[in-house]
């Protein structure tokens, strides 16, 4: 220990055994701990000092702790205060934010959660492991983007606005509408679905709004639409960037207007469904090109959240692997595998095409398909291989990479200098094969060049060229 006073933290809950192991954590953790089974005992405290932190419970017996906390923000603003709660209904989690909670945990709570929340309360560094975050059931993730993501989700759930969901295909986009929809007000009502990219034309404007008997051939009998059954739930529209234009503009008449008539009807149904949409693609290219209506853009986009794709957020991937073996097995009823570190680190450096649905879908084979307990890098490399045999679109490995000089590009065309670009990325590219020839070969240019096609001159003179600037 330091000479550093150590850091106060005051600890309010009714619960006397969570007094006990909390406390004992944040003691643990090098701070100095001061229980309270009740607001008042808080409020008389506060006459005398001010902690470093506050870990604060919501239901309290005489008192709230949501009040609490607007009566401690108020008066002290820089004191982060941890709002922990059995109760997720939505306009607690949401008053915890409104009123400046710094973090909100549903209990029961991982005890790991809670002090990594602690560690951020305090602005000390984040460690590396062991930090899932447990205010957002079902989504994994320690990276810095997706913990933007939970936050976003905590502060967006309560909101009664449209969020536009982006990212690549399985990333979590429709894991977030959940989650969205779990945290809100409607969380009682129904959350449905519906993939506007699987169905043709035709069948959309029914399955959306619903069809009247005898309104075409083949409707026999009353048919609810989706945007009725959504009720004043969320309707989550999934690849919203490959809805026909005629059905972009029905739809953005109906989110105007809050009612539509259901196909072949004359009865008017008003909506108040919350509508979250999802894309892979860029919408706003699209409307640039004239395939997507800019004023449903506008519409839809009113919030946006994004998710990275897994490649971009490796550090995601030993954490996430593990809770999808777990659930792997359970599903399965197998025993379940344990990674290698060697098995982790292919996983880390592998480019993840169909991301988390790919990781979720190797799991599972993992699972079901690999004798003994203990995956190693071998072991994957064969069911990656296969994966890449089977990798939908532009097929197998060579998605991953042109994936990356995609978004690549997507990062660098706003601020590049007009008519550098191709220039810009060709040097990229050559570095690139340049430099994993030259590893390949343990730095033998002579071999490194004949591989690559060049002779040797050529790749000195290219080397040359680019290491002396
Ligand atoms: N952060 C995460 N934590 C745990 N599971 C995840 C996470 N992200 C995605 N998954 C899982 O991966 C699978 C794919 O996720 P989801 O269907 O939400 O992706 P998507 O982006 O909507 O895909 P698509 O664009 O193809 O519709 C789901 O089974 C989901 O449970």
């Known amino acids: ?18 007094r006990l192991v909390l406390g004992d954590s944040l ?28 870990v604060t419970d919501v239901r309290m017996p005489d008192g709230d702790g949501i009040e609490l ?25 949401a008053g915890a934010f409104r009123h400046g909670a710094f973090d909100y945990l549903a209990k029961p709570f991982d005890l790991d959660d809670m002090m990594a929340v602690v560690r951020r309360a305090l602005g000390d560094i984040e460690p590396p492991a062991r930090t899932a975050v447990a205010h957002t059931p079902g989504l994994v993730g320690d990276s810095p983007a997706m913990l933007e993501v939970f936050r976003a ?24 509408a959940r989650a969205l929809h779990s945290h809100s007000p409607r969380a009682a009502q129904p959350f449905v679905a519906l993939n506007t990219a699987a169905l043709p034309a035709e069948l959309l404007e029914s399955e959306l709004f619903g069809h009247e008997a005898g309104s075409f051939t083949g409707a026999a009998r009353r048919h609810i639409g989706r945007f009725e059954e959504a009720a004043d739930g969320t309707l989550f529209l999934d690849e919203i960037g490959d809805m026909p234009l005629a059905m972009q503009t029905r739809l953005l008449r109906v989110l105007a207007e809050g009612e539509f008539y259901r196909v072949g009807g004359r009865e008017l149904i008003r909506t108040q469904a919350r509508v979250i ?11 640039a090109a004239g395939t997507f209506r800019a004023d449903l853009l506008h519409r839809l986009d009113v919030v946006r959240i994004h998710l990275p794709p897994l490649r971009d957020r490796r550090e995601d991937i030993p954490r996430l692997a593990e809770y999808l073996l777990a659930r792997a097995a359970r599903e399965l009823s197998m025993l379940g595998k344990r990674l290698t570190p060697d098995a982790v680190a292919r996983m880390q450096r592998y480019g993840w095409p ?13 699972t079901a398909l690999l004798p003994g307990r203990d995956v ?21 490995a060579a998605q991953d990479w042109t994936d990356g000089l995609r978004d ?10 007009p008519g550098t670009l191709h220039a810009v990325a060709l040097e990229a590219f050559e570095q690139a094969l340049f430099d994993a020839a030259l590893d390949l070969t343990e730095g033998n240019r002579v071999r490194a060049a004949e591989h690559l096609g060049l002779s040797r001159n050529t790749l000195t003179r290219k080397l040359g060229r680019k290491r002396s600037p």
Do not use: Y
């Open 354 to 366: 169909g991301n988390v649905r790919q990781l979720e879908n190797l799991c599972r084979r993992i």
């Open 69 to 93: 906390l607007a009566r401690v923000r108020a008066a002290h603003p820089e004191l982060p205060v941890i709002v922990m709660s059995a109760f997720t209904d939505v306009p607690t989690t």
């Open 408 to 417: 690549w590009l997507r990062n660098r065309w706003r601020d590049s200098e």
């Open 277 to 287: 949409a999802a894309t892979h693609q860029d919408l706003d290219a699209k409307v």
């Open 153 to 176: 989700v905590g502060r967006l759930a309560q909101l009664n606005l449209p969020v536009l969901v982006t990212g690549e295909t399985g990333t979590g986009k429709e894991l977030v």
């Open 1 to 18: 220990m330091n000479g550093e006073p150590r850091r106060l933290a005051w600890l309010v809950d009714d619960d006397a055994s969570l």
């Open 27 to 54: 003691r643990d953790a090098g701070l100095r701990v001061q229980v309270f089974q009740d607001v008042a005992e808080v409020v008389a405290a506060l006459d005398e000092g001010v902690p470093d932190l506050l």
């Open 376 to 396: 190693h890098a071998a072991d994957l490399d064969e069911l990656l291989r296969s994966d890449a045999a089977v990798a939908p679109q532009r097929g197998g």
